[in-house]
């Protein structure tokens, strides 16, 4: 079937690329491939894109929104940061990029914070716009787990301020480069073990690094399950972010904007320090975001 878009939609993540054929804010078709900006030179981005979009491309120029890092130092082309406070996407703040002559290519920035402390995000604004889209008039927090996990403060339309934490990258090095690869499963889980390691580590934070290497005793000496040492290791990284971030989550309304599996994760963590988060669907988001950021730049 062919398939004639308004609009084309892309998230251009650092492992894998996603584009949606677009009507308005429907998805008339989707395609992705493991071409992400973690695998490409400067001069492999449109072929990339092309791959997936030529088949619905007319002679015009058609428009083509695209966030993530793509946009990038390393990506495509650098767009610029845009200082916090501001609205996680704004009309005539994309950045339009030379392309093959059938694309009217634009990226969407990211965000950057230079106090309380140094910050940068790429992706998840457009994630936090899809959030503004959904649940108009929000004030209060958006968490978007993932290998850098953020924590966004929104008030008034805008992002106030936001914390990124390193804790999905260090749950990946930990579990598959350190001693500790070797009790922990690749796969499994444990509830009851997770909300265990979440409270010791949240009570504890300094003693995180000494529970963390306990994982790999407790295998040798007590036959630990990995399905358990997984549990408890996401537990305690999780746990310990949540003691630092509490300034975000204490009191607020909170947000999860993350796949089935981790976003669980975190709300039953929250649960427990009996936040109610609320869960939407990451994709829908981002596809919320992105269809705002077309219709800001449609004359």
């Known amino acids: 079937m062919t398939v004639t878009p308004d609009w084309i939609a892309v998230d251009w993540g650092t492992s894998q690329l996603r584009v949606w054929a677009m009507a308005g804010g429907r998805v008339l ?15 492999g ?3 990339a894109l092309l791959r997936l979009i030529e088949p619905w491309l007319t002679t015009g120029p058609m428009p083509v929104i695209a966030c993530g890092m793509v946009g ?10 845009r200082p916090v406070p501001c609205a996680p996407v704004a009309p005539g703040a994309l950045m339009p990029v030379a ?27 457009t994630q936090i716009a899809g959030v503004l889209a959904t649940l108009p008039d929000f004030d209060g927090i958006v ?54 390691a979440v409270a010791d580590a949240i009570t504890s934070p300094a003693r995180v690094s000494a529970r963390l290497f306990g994982l790999r005793a407790e295998a040798l000496l007590a036959d630990l399950a ?3 040492a997984r549990a408890r290791l996401s537990g305690l990284l999780i746990g310990a972010e949540l003691a ?32 109610q988060a609320e869960l939407l669907p990451a994709e829908q988001m981002t596809l919320a975001g992105l269809t705002l950021a077309q219709a800001g730049e449609t004359p």
């Open 29 to 43: 078709a989707a395609a992705s491939s493991e071409d992400g900006m973690g695998r490409l030179s400067p001069e």
């Open 99 to 125: 392309a093959d002559p059938r694309l009217a290519l634009r990226f969407v920035p990211g965000l950057s914070q230079r106090k309380p402390a140094a910050d940068v995000m790429r992706g998840e604004e």
């Open 143 to 196: 968490c978007l787990p993932g290998t850098h996990t953020k924590w966004a403060h929104l008030s008034a339309g805008e992002v106030v301020s936001f914390q990124t934490f390193l804790t999905g990258e260090m749950f990946a090095l930990l579990a598959g480069q350190s001693v500790l690869r070797h009790s922990v499963g690749a796969s499994g889980w444990d509830d009851a073990a997770f909300a265990e």
């Open 244 to 275: 630092a971030a509490r300034p975000y989550w204490l009191g607020q309304r909170v947000v999860i904007v993350a796949a089935d599996g981790i976003a669980h994760a975190y709300a039953a963590a929250l649960a427990a320090q009996g936040v």
């Open 72 to 81: 990038a130092r390393q990506g495509w082309a650098e767009a610029p940061y």
């Open 45 to 47: 981005f449109q072929p």
């Open 226 to 228: 990995p399905e358990t």
